[in-house]
């Protein structure tokens, strides 16, 4: 059974940067792709990033491209989101996910091919 814990969530002003971990134990990430979401209340949740299980390929919402960066620490068992130049649409809870099928460079931002999720941590971003 995959467990996922997040953490790095907080409040920051506009323009700042935050960066969010998601401890993962009963799998290691190289047998594991993985994903951020994020969701606001009265939303559905929205794709974020995403990383393959080799750590060769990564996608990202168009909300964040540029902005924000995945990447995973295989000896840490750990997948990052490096937020930078927050905005107050930025404001969210944030959900790490971990899907274990598909290609080992395979990524995806369809929230039903996740198998396990985190508790998920808030993110605020002050104007």
């Known amino acids: 059974q995959v467990q996922l814990v997040e953490s790095g969530g907080g409040l920051v002003q506009a323009g700042g940067s935050l960066r969010l971990s998601c401890a993962a134990s009963g799998r290691t990430l190289s047998s594991l792709s993985m994903g951020w979401f994020r969701q606001t209340p009265g939303k559905e949740r929205e794709f974020v990033a995403a990383?393959?299980?080799?750590?060769?390929?990564?996608s990202y919402g168009d909300s964040v491209k540029g902005r924000f960066t995945i990447s995973t620490d295989d000896v840490q068992n750990t997948v990052y989101l490096q937020m930078n130049s927050l905005k107050p649409e930025d404001t969210a809870v944030y959900y790490c996910?971990?899907?274990?099928?598909?290609?080992?460079?395979?990524?995806?931002?369809?929230?039903?091919?996740?198998?396990?999720w985190g508790q998920g941590t808030q993110v605020t971003v002050s104007s």
């Open positions: 990383i393959s299980r080799s750590g060769r390929s990564t």
């Open positions: 996910a971990a899907n274990g099928g598909g290609s080992v460079h395979y990524t995806t931002g369809n929230r039903r091919e996740y198998d396990h």
